[in-house]
């Protein structure tokens, strides 16, 4: 995703951290991605960060290493999260 977003100098910050840090880290995320594998872990992820989009990378996506699959499902998710506010 980084180097696709570099690429076609998409505007955004992507990290990856932990599930344990998902509260702390989260609350400042336009949109929160959840790898396949922990797919099981999404109600209680949104459940920790309320209002925010929250969602499962499409398996796959993933699997297929598509940075930038995942970058435009990602840029579409938070322009429907921003509409929706």
């Known amino acids: 995703m980084k180097a696709q977003a570099e ?10 951290w932990p599930e ?16 396949p594998q922990i797919a099981y872990m999404l ?13 499962v990378i499409d398996s796959a996506m993933y699997g297929k290493i598509d940075g930038l ?3 435009k499902a990602a840029v579409a998710s938070i322009k429907k999260a921003s509409a929706n506010n």
Not at 43 to 55: F, N, Q, R, W, Y
């Open 43 to 55: 109600p209680e992820i949104k459940k920790v960060l309320p209002g925010k989009p929250v969602e």
């Open 7 to 16: 690429k076609y100098e998409v505007p955004v910050i992507i990290e990856a």
């Open 69 to 71: 699959g995942v970058l």
């Open 20 to 35: 344990t840090l998902a509260a702390e880290k989260g609350k400042d995320a336009d949109l929160v991605l959840l790898g």
